[in-house]
């Protein structure tokens, strides 16, 4: 079964629940705790108690196996373990022993003794005295060996570039996961290189990339990415207005209004979107049927428009004072100016006062102010794009959101480049598209047939631990797929270098973490309270850990694992700035005017 059956390295001399402490042979200990083992007249060299690594409990021929990890190693002093209640007892130098601390993170699994297969839990307990063994390389490559069908390479173990480290796809895609990192760690590396390796081995994906500032466009620009990737820039990203629920709406466009001072001018709008949509499905009721309910967040197109220019005569409404009918002109297409004290003429009745209509006059004042604010400010003009001023444009926008097939060609990833909408709805605008991919999922027949991924970078700006007023719309969503997307077919990656920032609701909710280095102390602490405790001796690691290291552990691979991320094919933007290679040369040919005209956004000539 393995190859070092017949020479085990010690023995199991104290096990409490999870944790067991092995006393290693004294041979063992003259060697500086290498193991030396001819096998098929090679010779195989094996270290003892290096931390992290994992090892057999119990006898290789039996049923009775359990797998251990090292966590700490140690030189102890027989006469000092005995008086080491009597501090003033004098140590005999050579009579030192070598302990093992470690944990039971799994046993084998017993359909099977021919090979190697690790199973997660305990199942039962080792026993007292159970003898240890080394595994090589090349068993523990078989051990946490995945089928083809089932595993994608990711890396190496660290130290052991034979040794490689796979994920199982469906854990990873198929449960929420994260990827911590202190900026510089390598982050946006590894981001990068698990969705290629995932998207040139499953060429029909679904996945959606929420980009803050335009890093990852260019980890997909290669020949092979072709016509497989819907890169959205800043320029040409476009969230049509009428998508919002009126929540959202309303976050967006009349965001810091008194709500308390304008419940009237609120009630109002809602009134008047609710009109104009149920005129929209007047429209279209011959081309898609007819919608039985219509509410005023079915996803309907209405004008804008439209909506301030009747809000704007709703808010000088009037009437006659003797019968309450509407105070209109000639035409019906305004309201009469109020009288006050003083009677004029009416058409077909005797002379009458106009009276400002209180539940109306007046109070749309901020609220058409606002609207009318964001209609027309330039860096809005996302929200009401060319092209979607009817219902239907719909299906052509989530299908470019969904990377579903148009003409036979199917996208397999649509990255959204973010960087240019307002900071204040940026976490808005993520939670909104979070919503409707959702909302979509949720309404689908068949939740299997469009399996969705959803990528989330920087995620603590909107995903935050303590909720903000811009954040709140965008952590409610994504806590609600979180906690509920799994069973629709839609899961997320939570990507940030602030862990200690995140929702605790939706990191709990995560099944896989991938941890690279973090300095942060209380990054670290959080990171050390979301793992098993069995994994203080490696998340002890975490602050000092080489550029690409991660630690990984969760459902997508059997153990926990410190491995090398490999490198990204080609690689995102993300890399530092060399200031002593830039500050090393003149500018000679610096274009200001280019970097003016881009932040004026001025139109480039086609």
Known sequence: MIVSKDRPFGQVISISGMNMIIEINKDLLQRNLEQQITYNQEVIKLFVGTVGDIFLIGDPASNNVHYGIFEEVKLVSEYEEIYNNQPNTVVSTDKYKAIAIAKVIGYQDKSTRETLKFQRGIGHYPRFNSKCYLLTSEEKKQLFSLSEDEGVKVGSIAGIQSEEVSIHVDKFLGKHSVILGS???????????????????????????????????AAFQSKEFDH????????????????????????????????TKNTDGIRITKEQILVLKEKEHKYIEDKVGIIEKISINSPLYFNIDELIEELGKLNKRTYWKSDNALALTEYGNNYLIGTGSQKIERPGHDKDFVIQDPNYYGKLNQVIEKLSSIRHDRRYTFLSPMGFDNSTSIRGYIMDLLSLPYNAEQKQLTILDLSRIPSEITPIIIGILSRICFEFKLWEEDPTALPLYLVFEEAHNYIPKDSTPSSRLAKKYIERIAKEGRKYGITQLIVSQRPSDLSTTIVSQCSNFFVLRVTNPEDQAFIKHILPDHLSALTDMIPFFQNGEALIVGECVPMPIKGIIDKPTPTPNSNDVSFSQAWSNILESYDIDRTLHRWWEVKENE
Request: charged share 20%; net charge negative.
């Open 228 to 259: 497989k990737v819907n890169k959205v820039a800043a320029s040409n990203f476009v969230m049509p207005y009428w998508l919002l629920n009126f929540e959202e709406f309303q976050s967006i466009f009349l965001g810091d209004i008194d709500i």
């Open 183 to 217: 900026t510089g760690s390598g982050k946006s590396s590894t981001v990068a290189s698990v969705l290629q390796k995932i998207l040139r081995k499953y060429q029909y994906s679904h996945v959606l990339f929420f980009d803050l500032h335009d890093e990852y466009s």
